[in-house]
């Protein structure tokens, strides 16, 4: 979530999400962020997302005539063709936390993502090592340069509010869109009764969905205040320790569920509260 908006004056720490892939855990690769590069005047600046720098060979799976499938189609495969259901079982969460959100992440965050974006992302351009060296951390700063890159692609202004273009030109449904986005929101409700780390996977994910939402309504030119489609984030008992921890009341707490969007409350849940006293019961 490192790419959306962080109060500057506080003392609470963001949330640090585990980058949970196995094939980039594994491995020795020491993770840095995004490379720095070194300007003509000396200054270094993180290296900008280039397809050739951060995204592997190849666009999605092709349909038999050689187009691009209607990712939205088939998005919901996903887990059996991963082999994650049992017998015809449409559940794919299991018992055990870690393995259920590193299913989500790799469900819900990386294939989620590279659908919609419409190529492969080299994973390793989403992590980080944290501050000790110690763990590989999720990092989503790299997400609002891959959706730039994303919108210059489109190439229907005039049918933009209605649908979006793929890679290969074919028009997909913006409604079929975020319908499909909705339901991942749904699916995070799951998460949130599980211990650590699926409550700051489903918030990661939850993030994700509404900057994806946000670059599908700057599409269309769809104002602000004109946004239906975004989720309010309702209970959520990850962001309930962290605003009790930073001193705000439960009355205050309360009164914040189902009135913001799941970065907005994350924004607030990092802040001092406010000192009004008639926010809160005696």
């Known amino acids: 979530m490192d790419h959306i908006p962080y109060p500057v004056s506080t003392s609470v720490p963001p949330v640090e999400i585990p980058f949970l892939l196995d094939t980039v855990r594994g491995s020795d690769v020491p993770f840095t962020g995004l490379e720095k590069t070194e300007e003509p005047?000396?200054?270094?600046?993180?290296?900008k997302c280039t397809q050739?720098?951060?995204?592997?060979?190849?666009l999605l799976p092709e349909a038999d005539d050689g187009s691009i499938k209607d990712w939205t189609l088939d998005y919901w495969k996903y887990p059996q063709e991963q082999g994650w259901t049992v017998t015809d079982a449409l559940s794919w969460w299991t018992s055990d936390g870690e393995e259920t959100a590193r299913r989500a992440q790799k469900f819900m965050y990386f294939e989620l993502l590279q659908r919609f974006l419409g190529h492969r992302i080299d994973p390793s351009s989403l992590a980080r090592k944290d501050e000790d060296n110690e763990k590989i951390l999720?990092?989503?700063n790299i997400v609002p340069e891959l959706l730039s890159q994303w919108l210059a692609r489109q190439h229907t202004p005039q049918l933009a509010r209605d649908y979006i273009s793929t890679s290969s030109g074919n028009p997909l449904k913006r409604s079929h869109i975020l319908s499909l986005l909705a339901r991942v929101v749904l699916e995070c409700n799951k998460l949130d009764d599980l211990p650590e780390p699926s409550q700051s996977t489903a918030l990661a994910i939850r993030v994700l969905v509404e900057t994806l939402t946000n670059a599908i309504h700057d599409l269309a030119h769809v104002k602000v205040t004109e946004n239906r489609d975004i989720q309010k984030l309702e209970h959520n008992s990850l962001l309930e320790r962290r605003f009790l921890g930073n001193g705000w009341c439960p009355f205050q707490i309360a009164r914040l569920w189902g009135q913001y969007s799941p970065s907005t409350a994350y924004y607030l849940s990092s802040s001092t509260p406010r000192t009004d006293l008639r926010w809160c019961k005696a």
Request: proline share 0%; charged share 25%; net charge negative.
């Open 41 to 47: 005047d000396g200054t270094l600046t993180e290296a």
């Open 52 to 58: 050739d720098q951060h995204h592997t060979a190849g």
């Open 138 to 140: 999720l990092d989503s």
